[in-house]
């Protein structure tokens, strides 16, 4: 079993930066690669990035050259950078971790882009 938990969230002003965290504990040697969604009101959550145990990573385009994943393995730590945020951007995150028999979610963190 792994647990995750986010942190990071909170209110930012249009064009303004957050850094989320993902904190992974348990087995996490069985991770295979760990991903940010994020959820609008009424709406199915979207992958925004991925990151692998080997360091490979993938964006969505609403993300891309904004955001940036990275990965603390001494930490067991996933982050992401959010830079030039938008009032869209405002969603719950969740991080997701995958991996053999493995597939775990963390509770959310709230992200609110407002003026």
């Known amino acids: 079993q792994v647990q995750l938990v986010e942190s990071g969230g909170g209110l930012v002003q249009p064009g303004g930066s957050l850094r989320l965290s993902c904190a992974a504990s348990?087995?996490?040697?069985?991770?295979?690669?760990t991903r940010w969604y994020r959820q609008f009101p009424g709406k199915q959550r979207e992958l925004v990035a991925q990151?692998?145990?080997?360091?490979?990573?993938w964006y969505a385009d609403a993300a891309a050259g904004r955001f940036t994943i990275s990965r603390d393995n001494a930490k067991n730590t996933v982050y992401l950078q959010m830079n030039s945020l938008e009032p869209e951007d405002t969603a719950v995150y969740y991080c997701?971790?995958?991996?053999?028999?493995?597939?775990?979610w963390g509770q959310g963190t709230q992200v609110t882009v407002s003026s």
């Open positions: 990151i692998t145990t080997g360091g490979g990573t």
């Open positions: 997701h971790a995958f991996g053999a028999g493995i597939s775990s």
């Open positions: 348990g087995s996490v040697s069985g991770i295979i690669n």
